[in-house]
């Protein structure tokens, strides 16, 4: 994998006109937390050696209805003095025993913004490499972050688009699942590439079984909540509390939250409890200060989620922060091996990003993949409510794990194919019937889409006709029929081996395919969209224009959204 560090210019004074108070509401929302409340907690440890608990007397605090409005801006953050004080050291109380956080080091800001790009998937050769393997991708964290630069004045930098996670961002009209004996639908199809008339586009849509709330399991969820000084700024702490007190308000009697906060050390604010009041009080009484012990709070998140485990229930970590990891366990490879050893006792993670200046997403992205959760980028309390209200089932209940994908094409229908997006996904071909290889998980109503650009054979593709090229083998040639083989894999909650299920793509549908219409077209103006973000040179002279056209009109207000983000897009690239 390449990583990549970038560093932006804050955004230019002239802001560009974007026409659509549909994207302005997200810069009007930010600018209403502004205000300051009159009583807040902070939360950055002892300096002294002595043993203290930090808990927060909800039953004082008054109540809260509903979905919250944005929260007050907490008040600025604490002083370089202040964040340089001597290490510090916690214990805090749990039902079980208490928990140790070691002494911690100060660490400057890195003041960037960092991302993992991964470069654009290269073209396959049926004949050398018939067979793509990838695991599913629920994330949709890519498309947020996308919006937020572009309502900023600013075209994303590359490693930040993921097209899948673009494509994902969306919902599409497949068939769902009777009941949960197979867990989620497959649906196939295949339409003419709109911006390449020699080859055409394979998409492979999934959806979850929708799980009514009866059949819902009790839930036991750990906020993390970083209050360090970096949280500060109005994009962050306050959309962090927004968002998890709306969650806090789908939550049914079975279910239980404790919240854990950390600056320059990690506490316990709030017990477990499903009292909404009590939770709404706690985090609305949090603000920012103090460096960030992200490794001690998460392991200390973790150390709660044990110890109020429920037995064939959900057992998740919610972590939000703007991914800077700077004090305590701030080595990936380290955070990645306590992640995994969790996710395997049945704790799951789910983040939650924030902010801009400092927002470490490759950090986000990666340790969520690691934990069998999600990674979302929450720019706005829309964005907060769709993540953590309307999507909140989707979210936490799993209903099939290590689901994986694996396609097969014929060389004597298909030449030469690339997946869009997918790259940081991609599985070898050994690991599709390797159960012992982790793979992503898809929650309860949960939609997958993944897009194929295929070379019919015999037909001018990418890559010129090879000069010692093998044959095509009898046994392709005697499947003429088939066009390729899809097969997935995955398991229910709580097995342990995979079932597969698997499907024909027929030549037919090749020699029938049209120009995509509806909602194919526009999963496929989304593909395009984030593949022109990130220079791809085999979208020919596709332009926003055209995505517009082919994404058509919408009603949908986050297709419209879409559309007006297009316009955003072609006005900074002038094209």
């Known amino acids: 994998m390449k990583s990549t560090t970038m560093a932006f210019e804050a955004p230019r004074s002239q802001k560009l006109a974007i026409g659509s108070s549909m994207l302005i509401a997200h810069a009007m929302i930010l600018a209403a937390c502004t205000s300051q409340s009159d009583e807040q907690i902070v939360v950055t440890g002892s300096k002294a050696p002595s043993e203290r608990v930090t808990t927060v007397d909800a039953e004082a605090l008054p109540p809260s209805t509903g979905y919250p409005p944005p929260p007050p801006a907490p008040n600025a953050p604490v002083s370089t003095a202040d964040m340089a004080a001597a290490p510090q050291s916690i214990a805090v109380k749990a039902s079980r025993h208490a928990y140790h956080i070691p002494p911690v080091m100060i660490a400057p800001q890195p003041g960037r913004e ?8 290269p073209v396959k050769m049926v004949q050398a490499e018939p067979v793509s393997t990838f695991s599913v991708d629920v994330d949709t964290g890519a498309y947020a972050n996308t919006r937020r630069f572009l309502t900023q004045g600013q075209l994303p930098p590359r490693d930040a688009v993921r097209t899948e996670e673009m494509i994902n961002y969306f919902r599409y009209d497949y068939l769902a699942p009777k009941d949960r004996s197979q867990p989620f639908t497959v649906t196939t199809g295949v339409a003419k590439t709109p ?11 999934l959806r979850g079984y929708d799980l009514p709330h009866s059949e819902r399991p009790p839930a036991n969820l750990v906020f993390l909540m970083d209050v360090s000084g970096s949280m500060g700024s109005p994009d962050k702490l306050p959309l962090v509390k927004n968002a998890l007190s709306g969650l806090a308000g789908e939550l049914s009697p079975q279910d239980k939250v404790s919240i854990v906060v950390y600056a320059g050390a990690a506490g316990l604010v709030l017990e477990p409890t499903n009292d909404t009041r009590k939770i709404r009080a706690a985090l609305d009484n949090l603000r920012a200060g103090g460096s960030t012990a992200g490794g001690a709070g998460l392991k200390l998140a973790y150390n709660i989620a044990e110890d109020n485990m429920i037995k064939g229930g959900v057992n998740r970590v919610i972590i939000a922060t703007d991914g800077d990891f700077n004090v305590g366990i701030s080595d990936r490879d380290a955070l990645v091996e306590l992640i995994e050893e969790k996710r395997d006792s049945g704790i799951t993670l789910t983040t939650l990003g924030f902010g801009t200046g400092n927002y470490n997403e490759a950090m986000m992205e990666q340790i969520a993949n690691h934990g069998n959760g999600n990674y979302a980028y929450i720019d706005s309390a829309l964005e907060a ?26 060389p004597a229908v298909i030449s030469q194919y690339r997946l869009v997006g997918y790259e940081n996904r991609a599985l070898r071909e050994e690991d599709f019937d390797n159960d012992k290889v982790d793979a992503g998980d898809i929650g309860a109503g949960h939609q997958v889409t993944a897009i194929y650009e295929v070379v019919p054979a015999g037909t001018k593709g990418w890559v010129g006709p090879r000069r010692y090229e093998d044959k095509v083998p009898a046994e392709a040639n005697r499947r003429m029929a088939e066009a390729a083989h899809v097969k997935l894999r995955y398991k229910l909650p709580n097995a342990t081996t995979s079932k597969l299920i698997d499907y024909v793509v027929p030549n037919s549908a090749l020699k029938n395919a049209r120009q995509p219409t509806g909602d194919f077209a526009f999963a496929a103006s989304v593909a395009a969209f984030g593949q022109l973000l990130r220079g791809d040179e085999l979208m020919m002279d596709f332009t926003y224009d055209d995505i517009d056209q082919l994404a058509g009109r919408q009603n949908d207000y986050w297709r419209q959204e879409f559309l007006r983000l297009t316009e955003v897009a072609k006005s900074m690239k002038g094209g």
């Open 114 to 121: 960092r991302y993992d790009g991964e470069e654009v998937s």
């Open 195 to 205: 911006w390449n008339e020699n080859t055409y586009l394979m998409r492979i849509g």
């Open 385 to 410: 409510k769709k993540v953590l209200g309307d999507e909140m089932q989707s979210t936490l209940f799993t209903i099939a794990k290590d689901v994986k994908i694996q396609v097969e094409f014929n």
